[in-house]
């Protein structure tokens, strides 16, 4: 992307205040702030790790192409 003559000042005065900010920041004292991990303190709520499906492994398999011992057998990619 080409920047036109006219749009530079504009630019400049933009990366300006951006420097400017980031100054600010950095100057912050966080000495006595503690880490968070979410700035909510958000909560997931999990749910009960049950099987909901049947295993299926013979049925899927029997209609691949390929099989062995139970594993998908497909072709080499990489040499």
């Not at 049950?50 to 013979?58: A, Y």
């Amino acid at each position: 992307m080409r920047v036109d003559d006219e749009q530079v000042s504009a630019l400049e005065k933009d990366l300006g205040n951006i420097l400017d900010l980031v100054d600010q920041l950095g100057a912050a004292d966080t000495n006595s702030v503690e880490p968070m991990a979410h700035p909510l303190n958000a909560v997931q709520r999990l749910r009960a790790d049950e099987v909901t499906e049947t295993n299926q492994r013979e049925a899927f398999q029997a209609i691949a192409p390929a099989t062995e011992n139970g594993l998908y057998l497909v072709p080499r990619v990489i040499e």
